[in-house]
């Protein structure tokens, strides 16, 4: 879907496209403020319905208007904008009902008329194109009958009026930015909503592979062999009960000169988790396809960084392995010997997503990563504590978690602080080993993070555990029901705020 910007004043589009015009409350009301805008042409019909109780112009209200007579354009979209000025979170979200209501109409050409309060927002540009192109995803389906699923493939974006240069470039760079954003946020969702027996872990390495060699890259795919030459015990004790072999992922992107002040972004990769020989019930475990949404995120990431070239350098590192209970599989009472050193003792094979990413932080600092910040659908226990509404995170640097948190604001992602008390790292000691991998259902999501943060010795690490939010029951938002790819938005709002030449992103106030 391409985003385009037309800079032609109110005179919009081509015969036949449909067009969408956004309406606030505040020009209903008032509907002489409607003369500015392509919406004058069918003053009479808005105020009309207006008048019948249709349409309000309030926020992310859809009225679809059929034209009859002479005009140019067979439909129009009416979407309420809601009163007074809208957030970017606001305007991402409304954004994203726009294309819905496009795609419900088959639109292969979508004109939108942007509103003087919009043009002049800060951030509105990046928000409304990340709301454009995360509201036209759709999961794929195996349905031999093929259902018609038209998204536009084209929408230019009309300013109502003619803006100057400077405005105009402010808006280029936005429509580019978000557009990569929201490729790569759906790029992981089409990678996490796919089912275990599509996507083993060579499977996401191929998938990796290809992101890679589309941007050049540089890439690295372990196989098992490798994975126990190395030392990688962790991962390599949760992959070996399955058929399809663990592979450890690495790409890099150097974009700061020399490959120093890297930032390692490490996403767990489980293609399918049944809990190993401590086996999960069966409702719901279907869910569990989801269990790669960590690795997803990363290789969004990875996907927008090769779009954007930022001046940054970023290691990306998955550890990829499918957990299965067999003859091979690990059991309760191992123990392991990962890639550090450290000897981990296995109290539950179900607690597998910190053992493989213990591996994948000591990875990355090989690779030269300076400080980490790892993405995992970790516990069960996050669900209990944030729902699906907010991802949780553990950390050993404020600064690092503050820088997060301000990213998050930006992406529009909520993320909740978890802490970090030294009482739930001692529940992790083990009489056998340097450390156990489950320590019960107390604090159970605070000691999950603490136990990967073992794995940074000393550096800063910042830990996201993604369980509640990275697949979703029901459609909220700019999320779709299924993979939502979150945290590749947020991911990359932290890391373009650390090269020298990109500009700042939406602003925080949502
Ligand atoms: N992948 C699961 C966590 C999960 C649960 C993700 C629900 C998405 C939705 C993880 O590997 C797991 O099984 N965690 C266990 C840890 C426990 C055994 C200490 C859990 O949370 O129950
Ligand atoms: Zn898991
Ligand atoms: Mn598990």
């Given at each position: ?11 919009a589009g081509?015969a036949g496209n449909?067009?969408c ?5 505040d020009?209903l009301?008032?509907s002489?403020?409607l003369?500015s805008s392509l919406?004058?042409e069918w003053?009479a019909?808005?105020?009309?319905i ?6 309000s112009?309030?926020?992310n209200q ?12 067979p439909?129009v979209i009416l979407?309420?904008s ?13 954004a ?11 639109t292969?050409?979508?004109d ?5 309060q919009?043009l ?11 709301g454009?192109?995360l509201?036209s995803?759709?999961r ?6 093929q259902?018609v699923y038209?998204k536009?493939?084209k929408i230019?974006?009309h300013p109502?009026r003619?803006?100057d240069?400077a ?5 280029l760079q936005?429509?580019?930015?978000g557009?990569?954003l ?6 992981a969702?089409?990678l996490?909503n796919?089912p275990?027996?599509?996507l083993t872990?060579?499977?996401l ?7 890679a060699?589309?941007?050049?890259l540089p890439?690295e ?5 490798e994975i126990?030459?190395r030392g990688m ?9 399955s058929v399809h072999?663990?592979?450890m992922?690495v790409?890099r992107?150097q ?7 890297v930032t390692?972004?490490i ?6 988790d ?6 999960k ?9 989801s ?12 996907e ?6 930022p001046?940054?350098?970023v290691v ?11 003859a091979?599989a ?9 890639l550090?050193g450290k000897?981990i003792?296995v109290l539950?094979?179900d607690?597998?997503g910190?053992m ?15 400080r980490?910040i790892d993405v995992a659908?970790?516990t069960?226990?996050?669900l ?5 509404v ?5 950390t050993?640097d ?5 820088e997060?948190?301000?990213?998050s604001?930006r992406?529009g992602?909520p993320v909740?602080?978890?802490p970090?008390?030294p009482e739930f ?7 056998v080993a340097?450390i156990r ?6 604090g159970g999501?605070?000691t999950?993070g603490?136990f990967i943060g ?6 800063p690490w910042v830990h ?7 697949f979703?029951?029901k459609?909220?938002g700019v999320n779709?029901?299924?993979a ?5 938005r947020?991911l990359?709002?932290y890391l373009?705020?650390?090269s020298?030449?990109q ?5 925080a106030k949502?």
């Open positions: 879907m391409n985003i385009e910007w037309n800079n032609a004043g109110a005179v081509e449909v067009l015009i956004l309406v606030s409350e020009r009301a008032d002489s403020l003369n919406a004058a003053k019909d808005i105020d009309s207006n008048r019948a109780g249709l349409f112009g309030k926020l859809i009225y679809i208007l059929p034209v009859t007579g002479q005009s140019r354009y439909i979407a309420g809601g009163k007074g000025d809208p957030g970017t979170g606001e305007i991402r979200v409304l994203a009902h726009i294309c819905r209501a496009a795609v419900r109409l088959k292969e050409l979508l939108i008329e942007l509103p003087e919009l002049l927002r800060e951030g509105a540009a990046q928000a409304f194109t990340e454009l192109v509201g995803y759709r794929k389906h195996y349905k031999q009958e259902a038209v536009p493939d230019t974006l109502e003619l803006v240069p405005l105009q470039q402010v808006w936005g429509i580019k930015r557009s990569a929201a490729d790569g946020t759906n790029l969702r089409d996490t796919l275990g027996n599509i872990p060579s499977g390495a191929a998938a990796a592979v290809e992101v060699e589309r941007h050049g890439v795919v372990l196989d098992e062999r126990e030459q015990g962790g991962l390599l004790a949760v992959g070996k009960g072999p663990p592979r992922i790409i992107y974009g700061a000169g020399e490959w120093t002040d390692g972004i996403g767990k990769g489980i293609t399918f049944t809990g190993g020989i401590s086996l019930r069966a409702p719901g475990m279907e869910d569990m396809i269990d790669m949404g960590g690795a997803a995120a990363v290789l969004g990431v990875m927008a960084l090769g779009r954007l070239r001046q940054i350098n990306m590192v998955i550890p990829a392995a499918e957990n299965m209970p067999s091979a690990f059991k309760p009472g191992d123990i392991v010997t990962a550090s000897t003792e539950n094979t607690a597998e910190r493989v990413l213990g591996d994948g932080l000591t990875y990355a600092r090989e690779w030269g990563a300076e980490f659908t970790l069960g226990a996050i209990s504590i944030l729902g699906d907010a991802t949780g995170a553990v050993n404020e600064q690092l978690m503050q997060l948190l301000a990213a604001e992406s992602e909740w602080q978890l970090a008390y790292r001692e529940m992790l000691r083990s009489e340097d991998n489950a320590a019960g259902r107390f999501a605070s999950a603490l073992e794995f940074a010795e000393g550096l996201l555990d993604i369980a509640g939010t990275a979703l029951s459609e909220r779709s029901k299924g939502s790819g979150v945290m590749v947020t990359l709002e373009l705020s650390l020298r030449d500009p700042p992103g939406p602003s949502n």
